[in-house]
Nanobody
Framework: DVQLVESGGGSVQAGGSLRLSCAAS?????MAWFRQAPGKEREGVAA???????SYADSVKGRFTISKETAKNILYLQMNNLQPEDTAMYYC?????????????????????WGQGTQVTVS
């Protein structure tokens, strides 16, 4: 099995920045960051496939950057110009599938792996 451990969440003021990290064990295949705010469905934020191609939700384009340090098997999410609507629990995800998993929560749930989450609060 794959284990995913997130870190780097916290509380910031609007306009601030945070960098989330996800330390992964095992073969991580394609990976992504999702978030879930209270009362809302989990949604994809940014994804990166096994070839390093990134994709983003429209709401974070130009503000968030996903990257992966392959040698250390660490996934990052650099978040700039954070806004109150970015407040959510952020989850790292990995799945043994081809292509992107940005909009494929059900694929991660049925075939992949979730981290425990890290809280981001923007005021």
């Amino acid at each position: 099995d794959v284990q995913l451990v997130e870190s780097g969440g916290g509380s910031v003021q609007a306009g601030g920045s945070l960098r989330l990290s996800c330390a992964a064990s095992g073969n991580t295949y394609t990976m992504a960051w999702f978030r879930q705010a209270p009362g809302k469905e989990r949604e994809g934020v940014a994804a990166i496939d096994s070839d390093g191609r990134a994709s983003y939700a429209d709401s974070v384009k130009g503000r968030f950057t996903i990257s992966k340090e392959t040698a250390k098997n660490i996934l990052y999410l650099q978040m700039n110009n954070l806004q109150p609507e970015d407040t959510a629990m952020y989850y790292c995800a990995a799945a043994p599938v081809a292509g992107q998993i940005l909009h494929r929560v059900e694929v991660v749930t049925s075939l992949g792996f979730w981290g425990q989450g890290t809280q981001v609060t923007v005021s």
